[in-house]
């Protein structure tokens, strides 16, 4: 069965500190995405990144990186110098294809607290 | 502007009543979900549908359903069989080939 497990529950750094939010997937498929959202506090999840389970290339964007490691069932998402925005709850999914429709499923959650 | 809209933005229902939470997109996607999302348990599929006229059940879809008339619509009805239906709930939409969902800035939904 499909699963993506976030284990830290809440996370508080001060800011300028480096963090990363951990995931761990797991899936019968040798064909997979894998996504990060961010939900602030307005609600919406807002899209971060997608990997497909072929790339396992490394992803830097400004202060956001994420490490894909298909041997450890893995999708680490790192925030290099936090900052107060950063906070909100982020969110793993993970995304297979059933005959043609996709099911996109979610971690609980980490929610991050960046302190000024 | 293109994109998603859920409505209300806030709902408030009364023991029994069945209540009708909209989802309407312009992004012409194929695909819609609803999620429920309560604290600490992440987002959970409650209905979702591929094409005009079809939808499959979630993971929890006991006390929902659904239609899909229209590409462009997917309400969700809470029903009066939901026994704990405050939550907040999202609507999501996806286009062809595995892409990124996106997401409504959701309905919060409380029973008073």
């Known amino acids: 069965a499909q699963k993506v497990t976030q284990a830290q529950t809440e996370i508080s750094v001060v800011e300028k500190e480096d963090v990363t939010l951990d995931c761990v997937y797991e899936?019968?498929?040798?064909?997979?995405?894998l996504f990060w959202y961010k939900q602030p506090p307005s609600g919406e999840l807002v899209f971060l990144i997608r990997?497909?389970?072929?790339?396992?290339q490394n992803e830097i964007s400004g202060r956001y990186s994420w490490n894909f490691q298909k041997s450890t069932s893995s999708f680490n998402f790192t925030i290099t110098a936090s900052q107060v925005v950063d906070s909100a709850v982020y969110f793993c999914a993970l995304s297979e294809a059933l005959v043609g429709t996709y099911k996109y499923i979610f971690g609980t959650g980490t929610r991050l607290k960046v302190l000024a | 502007d293109g994109g998603i809209t859920q409505s209300p933005k806030y709902l408030f229902r009364k023991e029994g009543q069945n209540v009708t939470l909209s989802c309407e997109q312009n992004l012409n996607h194929d695909a819609m979900y609803w999620y429920r999302q309560d604290p600490g348990q992440g987002l959970r599929l409650i209905y979702y549908s591929q094409i005009v006229n079809d939808f499959q059940k979630g993971d929890i879809a006991e006390g929902y359903s659904v239609s899909r008339e229209k590409k462009e619509s997917f309400p969700l009805t809470v029903t009066s069989a939901q026994k704990n239906p405050t939550a907040f709930y999202l609507c999501?939409?996806?286009?062809?080939?595995?892409?990124?969902?996106?997401f409504g800035q959701g309905t919060r939904l409380t029973v008073v």
């Open positions: 899936t019968r498929d040798t064909t997979y995405y």
């Open positions: 999501a939409t996806a286009g062809f080939g595995n892409t990124e969902a996106f």
């Open positions: 990997r497909n389970s072929f790339d396992e």
